[in-house]
């Protein structure tokens, strides 16, 4: 897996990062692909970016959490749960979810949807490389989804 390449522009706790096309780390995650393409340490944790590649009705369970996201879908098509309302968006549209939303989505199109995502303050990484790790057999390990995400800060919620 290739990482980003961090320029030597450093400013306090943060640094420049470029990310070429078909770079930057990939780790399957609840049936999806997360790429980073600027992780927290590099941003004094302000912020982090992903993208993340969602097969057809694969995604996150409903959940919340306290730091803020935002989505910006760069093809297909992606079912958003933000509060109690279901609604589908596709490519160009953006999602702002706030800390304490709950919030789901999933792949809604033939082809799998890439979507950016933007977590402020960064905390999903630490998720995200956890689940790739233990989450690999499905169904079965997909009992450790709450406990894993209790740990990082997640409430996953049943469907409704």
């Known amino acids: 897996m290739d990482e980003a390449t961090l320029v030597n ?9 470029v990310v070429k096309a078909g770079e930057g780390e990939r780790l399957p995650v609840l ?7 600027c992780e927290g340490a590099h941003m004094g944790r302000r912020f982090s970016m992903m ?3 969602l097969p057809l009705d694969m ?9 803020d996201e935002a989505y910006y879908v760069l093809e297909g098509d992606v079912r958003f749960q933000l509060g109690d309302e279901s ?16 919030h789901a989505f999933k792949g809604a199109s033939s082809t799998p949807a890439r979507v950016l995502v933007l977590d402020a303050p960064a905390t999903m990484e630490g998720f995200f490389r956890e689940a790739a790790r233990e989450i690999t057999v499905f169904p079965r390990d997909l009992a450790k989804v709450p406990a894993l995400g209790q740990k990082h ?3 996953f919620r049943p469907p409704a």
Do not use: C, M, N
Request: proline share 9%.
């Open 9 to 17: 522009a450093t400013v306090a706790d943060r640094q420049a990062v």
């Open 31 to 37: 049936g999806t692909q997360v790429r980073f393409l």
């Open 51 to 53: 993208e993340v590649t």
């Open 59 to 67: 995604g996150p369970p409903p959940h919340d959490h306290d730091w």
């Open 87 to 102: 609604r589908l968006f596709t490519q160009g549209d953006f999602i702002y979810a706030p800390g304490g939303t709950l």
């Open 153 to 155: 800060q997640l409430r």
